[in-house]
């Protein structure tokens, strides 16, 4: 390995500019050459490539989103797409490439190194919902985002003796609902895992807490589920009690990365770097059990994850 390319595919997520930063410095390290790629496998394929050196990478450690820009490419799904893609990095000199995403992105991966280029895939997304690994760049920001702006909305829900549906992003993972349920103290959690859509049960929780004295009712909706505004309109004139929705949205993805995300970012950008230079290809990085582990991506891809059961009890024990 002589030239290891960059790029940052999918959604964006907090930490992703941590694990480029780490890319980069860790290669120089190494005596490679590196090239940033833009706007993902759409860059790749408009030949989108920067050289890049350690200055390049000053100041943005603390900084949320992507520098290298980030997008979503229908053509690189094709065979004809990829085996461009594959012939662009061997124009570039780049016989490796660190692909920051999630699941997608994986599998762009896995067809780059099926055509010789070796892959490197890092779990980048605030949705936590890649099987292989127990964290994942920008959850931990995320997560604490959405914790705080909860925090402001209780305060006034509490006030006013509202019922609040606070929406947080995860369109088919729950994890950031089910940790802001945890983290917020929140009565109810819906996760599109778990949630059976009997409103009714929502309804007869909300009476059953304000007789206990409750003086707010917080409901964590994840995005799968969505629909808040409507289900607060139903809510209210089903229970009389006040009800508003707040939707969090994008704000959930920027912002400066927490000090796990800068940590653990940097330390997965550096493994990718050593993983290419012992020789490894279609491999993702992932963390479990309290080590930084990698794991063959067609194997990463076929695993399953499930809402942790004993987590969600909890969480519904502690509203009472
Ligand atoms: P997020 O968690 O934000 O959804 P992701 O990496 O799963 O991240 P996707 O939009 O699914 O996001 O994938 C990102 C890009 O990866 C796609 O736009 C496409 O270019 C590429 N990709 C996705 N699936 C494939 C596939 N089966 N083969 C080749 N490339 C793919």
């Known amino acids: 390995i002589k030239t290891i390319g960059v790029l940052t595919s999918g959604g964006d997520a907090p930490g992703m500019n941590a694990a480029i930063r780490a890319v980069v410095r860790e290669a120089i390290v190494k005596g490679l050459k590196v090239k940033g790629i833009k706007?993902?496998?759409a860059g790749l394929l408009q030949e989108e490539i920067v050289d890049m050196e350690a200055k390049d990478v000053s100041d943005i450690i603390e900084r949320g989103g992507t520098i290298l820009q980030t997008a979503r490419c229908m053509e690189f799904t094709t065979p004809e797409g990829q085996q461009k893609g594959a012939e662009i990095c061997k124009k570039h000199g780049i016989d490796g490439i660190i692909v920051i995403g999630g699941d997608g992105s994986f599998k762009g991966a896995q067809k780059l190194a099926a055509l010789g280029i070796n892959t490197i895939g890092l779990p980048g997304t605030i949705d936590l919902d890649i099987a292989c690994t127990e964290y994942t760049i920008g959850f931990d920001t995320a997560v604490n985002t959405a914790m705080e702006a909860i925090d402001k909305v209780r305060d006034t829900s509490t006030s006013h003796e509202r019922c609040s549906i606070i929406e947080v992003m995860g369109r088919g993972?729950?994890?950031?609902a089910l940790w802001c349920g945890i983290a917020n103290g929140a009565e109810d959690i819906l996760l599109p895992e778990k949630y059976d859509y009997d409103e009714q049960k929502l309804v007869n929780n909300i009476i059953e807490k304000r007789k206990h004295g409750k003086k707010h009712h917080i409901i964590v909706n994840?995005?799968?589920?969505?629909?808040?505004?409507?289900?607060?309109?139903?809510?209210?004139?089903?229970t009389g009690i006040e009800t508003r929705a707040t939707i969090l949205g994008h704000m959930q993805r920027g912002g400066s990365p927490t000090?796990?995300?800068?940590v653990y970012a940097s330390t997965m950008g550096a493994l990718a770097v050593d993983l290419l230079c012992e020789g490894k290809t279609n491999r993702v990085v992932g963390y479990r059990h309290g080590a930084f582990v990698d794991f063959d991506i067609d194997e990463a891809l076929a695993m399953k994850k499930e809402i942790p059961e004993y987590e969600y009890q909890i969480a519904k024990n502690l509203s009472i």
């Open 39 to 41: 706007r993902g496998y």
């Open 173 to 176: 993972a729950g994890y950031i």
């Open 222 to 238: 994840a995005e799968g589920i969505g629909h808040s505004a409507s289900m607060a309109k139903r809510i209210e004139a089903a």
């Open 259 to 262: 000090a796990k995300d800068r």
